[in-house]
């Protein structure tokens, strides 16, 4: 759908201990691809046992990628119906392109750009115009919220709002900490696609985080632990009684969980 997230993917420096992780803690099983990235890299498909569509990939920080600062991290991929032209638009209205329009083949066409606040994420346009059935929303192992902490709510929200056409869905007050304004599209989602705010000062910079929905949040806690990962903040509940927790992989990349109970 366009203006929705649609894909997720790690970049990491040790694809084959970051595999592993996630597979112990999130329960994916793996499917590999020989030469699936742009570069031709390889490349590895997160499912959710029982579906053959998958919930998220990953590949090896290239040489190239390092030597221009690329890092452990998840991305999301917006689809978009023109990159080209969507890529532009972000160009023109402050933000920024970091990887040009380029063609994945037999796969589709992409781009990496950021928010004016820095802030990344990936366009993206398939090739392929009908996807195999995936598992219901909120099933453990599918990704259900996209977040950004921003350098300014309120601007980072005017802005993806004329980029995606997202709409305001519930605001929560966090007292100091400012408002959390979840978002939709179309109406999408009972309590909206994700949410954004304003960074608070301990956070170095803007970006985006990604959650995947785990069965229970004490026991996915535990398992992040057990494979060698950093629990960074929680476990916590949060309006609307789901429980989260923010983690670090052993590669440094940062992802976090969500569960209905703790």
């Known amino acids: 759908m366009q203006g929705t997230f649609i894909w997720y993917e790690l970049m990491t420096t040790d694809r084959e201990a970051a595999t592993a992780f996630y597979r112990d803690v999130i329960g994916w099983q793996?499917?590999?691809?020989?030469?699936?990235?742009?570069?031709?890299?390889?490349?590895?498909?997160?499912?959710?046992?029982?579906?053959?569509?998958?919930?998220?990939?990953?590949m090896a920080i290239t040489a190239d990628m390092a030597k221009n600062g690329a890092t452990p991290a998840w991305c999301g991929y917006v689809g978009v119906g023109d990159v080209d032209a969507k890529a532009r638009e972000f160009a023109d209205h402050g933000g920024a392109v970091h990887v040009p329009p380029t063609d994945i083949p037999n796969v589709g066409r992409f781009a990496v750009v950021a928010d004016p606040h820095g802030a990344y994420l990936n366009l993206f346009k398939p090739m392929m115009t009908e996807a195999p059935a995936g598992p219901p929303p909120g099933t453990p192992g599918t990704l259900g919220w996209s977040e950004l902490m921003a350098d300014d709510g309120e601007e980072a929200f005017a802005f993806y709002s004329k980029m995606f056409g997202w709409e305001k869905a519930m605001a929560v007050d966090m007292g100091a900490l400012g408002t959390y304004q979840t978002f939709t599209k179309d109406g999408v989602g009972p309590g909206g696609i994700g949410g954004m705010m304003t960074r608070i000062p301990d956070m170095p910079h803007a970006f985006w985080s990604y959650?995947?929905?785990?069965?229970?949040?004490?026991?996915?806690?535990?398992?992040?632990?057990?494979?060698?990962?950093?629990?960074?903040?929680?476990p916590m509940e949060v309006p609307g009684g789901s429980w989260i927790v923010q983690c670090r992989d052993p590669q440094g990349a940062h992802f976090a969980l969500v569960a209905p109970k703790r």
């Open 211 to 234: 959650y995947t929905n785990v069965e229970a949040i004490d026991a996915a806690t535990e398992r992040v632990k057990a494979a060698g990962g950093e629990i960074v903040n929680g």
């Open 30 to 58: 793996v499917k590999e691809f020989a030469h699936m990235t742009a570069q031709g890299e390889p490349y590895a498909v997160f499912n959710v046992p029982g579906y053959d569509m998958g919930s998220a990939g990953t």
